[in-house]
């Protein structure tokens, strides 16, 4: 139970709540309807890796890049029934999210943050869709084994948290892959690397 995805959950629900991570890091954390937190299960529908296929297969997309990336997974967050927030432009981007395969166990930690020039493909739910789709369609596609694991008709188990100020999403992420670490020893399957700062989640 030490690495379900349940536990983490809960876990960083706490700390945001009780806003225990300003005694962490010493930053102050946003309130009210800027935070936003949901967790749902990823393809919904029976026939979503054919769809995806027969997108490929007709080039029905552009490179997945700003407006272009907008564009094909607003599709998929409608045809999924994926939650996404809507309070405002700042709620969709600074975040943190975690995807655990069917059975919870955590797979990858990523994080979304708003430094890009093109904040439009960096908003959390852009950064998780970024995993579910095939590296034909998306070149920066950086955990092929998840495409995989849908291909093959799994599913996902996926929770997010956006609205946060720019800084917590990269200490959140640190926090929880050395959650992980200390819990297995290693980091999570889809992880490559410990203690990354960039924004290549």
């Known amino acids: 139970m030490l690495t379900k995805i349940k536990t983490f959950q809960n876990n960083l629900n706490e700390l945001l709540s009780r806003h225990a991570l300003e005694d962490l890091f010493s930053l102050p954390l946003p309130t009210g309807p800027t935070s936003f937190h949901t967790s749902f299960i990823f393809p919904k529908t029976t026939d979503y890796r054919d769809w995806i296929l027969e997108r490929e297969k007709l080039r029905d997309y552009e490179a997945i890049v700003g407006q272009s990336a907008q ?59 970024d995993h579910l789709v095939p590296e034909s369609i998306n070149k920066m596609q950086n955990t092929p084994d998840l495409w995989r694991r849908i291909e ?50």
């Open 71 to 129: 564009c094909l997974y607003n599709q998929i967050t409608v045809r999924e029934d994926v939650p996404v927030a809507r309070a405002n432009a700042r709620s969709k981007v600074n975040g943190i999210y975690i995807i655990a395969d069917s059975t919870g166990e955590i797979l990858y930690i990523g994080k979304s943050g708003a430094n890009f020039k093109d904040v439009c493909n960096d908003l959390v739910i852009n950064r998780i869709l």
């Open 152 to 201: 093959a008709g799994e599913n996902v188990q996926i929770c997010y948290w956006s609205g946060l100020n720019r800084l917590v999403p990269t200490l959140l992420e640190l926090y929880l892959l050395n959650k992980y670490y200390v819990a297995r020893g290693t980091l999570p399957p889809l992880n490559k690397r410990r203690g990354r700062t960039n924004n290549t989640a």
